[in-house]
């Protein structure tokens, strides 16, 4: 059997009023690729936190830039790809330290791509300075 491809698009302005109609977007992906309610807000979470990293971090709250959001699903797999155009920044510069520490710390920053990664199966990150920033998160589907 051929595996049939969708592709779902979302381009938004880059602003925090935007994040709750980016989170409806990919609940109602994430139940249309057959993901469970549990997965869903799994994935749901890890857009959220992506697109608030763009707003905050690459754009710093310009309105005026745009935040893309593309899902693309076959039976195997669920891709989110977050692509912006702000400032990039290399994940290997993130320190690898304990998260409970940090916590009790009450250390800020650096924990959004490693609450990413644990909730999604795979997770890549490239960037082309000065011209795209993008991320792109891989849920495998169980059916």
């Keep these: 059997m051929v595996a049939f491809e969708q592709t779902f698009a979302l381009n938004v ?81 993130i320190p690898e330290e304990d998260i409970r520490r940090l916590a009790a710390e009450r250390k800020t920053g650096g924990l959004g791509l490693r609450l990413i990664k644990s909730l999604m199966d795979e997770v890549h990150y490239d960037v082309e300075p000065g011209k795209k920033n993008e991320l792109r998160m891989v849920k495998r589907l169980r059916k």
């Excluded at 302005?13 to 469970?36: C, E, K, M, W, Y």
């Excluded at 749901?44 to 935040?67: G, R």
């Design 13 to 93: 302005p880059s602003s925090t009023g935007n994040l709750a109609l980016i989170r409806d977007f990919v609940t109602r992906i994430g139940s249309q690729a057959g993901l469970d309610d549990t997965e869903v807000a799994k994935l749901e979470l890890a857009v959220d936190e992506a697109c608030a990293n763009v707003i905050e971090h690459a754009y710093e709250h310009d309105a005026t830039k745009q935040v893309l959001i593309r899902a693309i699903f076959d039976e195997e797999t669920l891709r989110i790809e977050v692509v912006d155009t702000g400032k990039g920044f290399d994940p290997n510069s």
